[in-house]
């Protein structure tokens, strides 16, 4: 099994930067792409930003230029870092990854918790 934990989230004035990060535990053999998601109240879940083993980076229209990908493959963790945020920004933020673990042969998906970002105005 592989646990993913958020850390990061919490309150901003709309303007202002966070940087979230995700380490992925557990009996990990490789992990291929990593994401954010986010989902808020009067949205369904949409993808923040995707990341490969290659570092080939995609994000959603409305994060370009304002969000930032990476990861640190040493420590098994994906970062996010939010800049120029806007209260539409608000929701929960999930980061995903997809590993293959100890005795398995195929890879799968795996979730974080979630955590809250909230930007006022």
């Known amino acids: 099994q592989v646990q993913l934990v958020e850390s990061g989230g919490g309150l901003v004035q709309a303007g202002g930067s966070l940087r979230l990060s995700c380490a992925a535990s557990g009996s990990i053999r490789s992990i291929n792409s990593m994401a954010w998601y986010r989902q808020s109240p009067e949205k369904q879940r949409e993808l923040v930003a995707r990341?490969?083993?290659?570092?080939?980076?995609i994000y959603a229209d409305s994060m370009k230029g304002r969000f930032t990908i990476s990861r640190d493959d040493a420590r098994n963790t994906v970062y996010l870092q939010m800049n120029s945020l806007k209260p539409e920004d608000t929701a929960v933020y999930y980061c995903?990854?997809?590993?293959?673990?100890?005795?398995?042969?195929?890879?799968?998906?795996?979730w974080g918790q979630g955590t809250q970002v909230t930007v006022s105005s």
């Open positions: 990341i490969t083993t290659e570092g080939t980076t």
């Open positions: 995903t990854s997809t590993a293959l673990t100890v005795g398995s042969i195929a890879y799968r998906s795996y």
